[in-house]
């Protein structure tokens, strides 16, 4: 197994972090459609929120899995 290592300069963190808080505004935008519209359970599963660190990993492993498919 190899160990990745990342070095994030400030520009990428910024730009993750704007992708963090627009999907974190999306989801909850998502979740108060569902909400509205009766669908409490759909509307609590978005209403969950990712961390920084969970969102950076998820788009890691999504860039990982289509350069190594």
Do not use: P
């Not at 599963?45 to 660190?53: C, G, I, N, P, R």
């Not at 999504?62 to 190594?68: C, N, T, V, W």
């Amino acid at each position: 197994m190899k160990l990745l290592t990342l070095e994030l300069t400030t520009q990428t963190y910024e730009k993750l972090m704007r992708c963090h808080e627009k999907y974190t505004e999306d989801r909850k935008n998502t979740a108060e459609t569902y909400a509205n519209n009766g669908n409490f359970d759909m509307a609590k599963k978005l209403s969950q929120s990712f961390s920084v660190e969970e969102m950076v990993s998820l788009i890691i492993t999504k860039y990982l899995d289509e350069k190594y498919k």
